[in-house]
């Protein structure tokens, strides 16, 4: 059974920061690229960043270049989304995925809660 499973998620005040973890499981992780994705309130979905198979490579969303990292630990099957120097805008719903095939999202985790506010 294929599992994605977000925790971190929080209430935290502008200017602070956040480390969200994705645990995963049922499928050969390494074989993944990982994601995270975020959805805004009354906003599409969007891709905050990705990371390849053997984290060699990382992309980020503009709006989020230079605050947030994410990163992978291949042998606990981990990937995780440090987030710094928050701003309001940044509240919403992240989620995880995986992607055997760069561009398509195979599996999705539940989510979990990011709010931004004073």
């Known amino acids: 059974q294929v599992q994605l499973v977000e925790s971190g998620g929080g209430l935290v005040q502008p200017g602070g920061s956040l480390r969200l973890s994705c645990l995963a499981s049922g499928f050969r992780f390494s074989l993944y690229h990982m994601t995270w994705y975020r959805r805004a309130p009354g906003k599409e979905r969007e891709l905050v960043a990705l990371?390849?198979?053997?984290?060699?490579?990382?992309t980020y969303a503009d709006s989020v270049k230079g605050r947030f990292t994410i990163s992978r630990d291949n042998d606990n099957n981990t990937v995780y989304l440090q987030m710094s120097s928050l701003k309001p805008e940044d509240t919403g719903v992240y989620y995880c995925s995986a992607q055997e095939t760069r561009g398509r999202n195979d599996y999705w985790g539940q989510g979990t809660q990011v709010t931004v506010s004073a």
């Open positions: 990371i390849t198979r053997f984290g060699t490579d990382t």
